[in-house]
Nanobody
């Protein structure tokens, strides 16, 4: 199973940017579709973005389309999430995940990262 370590969270003002990273080790990173979820206090975990094995296809939740960009570097076994035009409602713990396929739901997750906090102030 692949092991995932997320990083890059922090405190940013509304309108700012952050880039999250997720370093993978263990089983072959390129054999997994990858993605990000987030969970805000008192809310359910929400799918944010996903990317296919080669990076050729990307998928986004409606709330982040046009602002966030997911990418991956299979040579460096790292997943990224570039977050621009951040809003206070983007405040959440962000989790990277390895998926068995491109079905972007929590039941299809093979491995979770530990979560990184993103806080957007107004």
């Amino acid at each position: 199973q692949v092991q995932l370590i997320g990083s890059g969270g922090g405190l940013v003002q509304a309108g700012g940017s952050l880039r999250l990273s997720c370093a993978a080790s263990g089983r072959t990173f390129s054999g997994y579709a990858m993605g990000w979820f987030r969970q805000a206090p008192g809310k359910e975990r929400e799918f944010v973005a996903g990317i296919s094995l080669t990076g050729a296809n990307t998928y986004y939740g409606d709330s982040v389309k046009g602002r966030f960009t997911i990418s991956r570097d299979n040579a460096q076994t790292t997943l990224y999430l570039q977050m621009n035009s951040l809003k206070p409602e983007d405040t959440a713990v962000y989790y990277c995940a390895a998926f068995y396929s491109t079905a972007w739901n929590a039941r299809n997750v093979a491995s979770w990262g530990q979560g990184t906090q993103v806080t957007v102030s107004s």
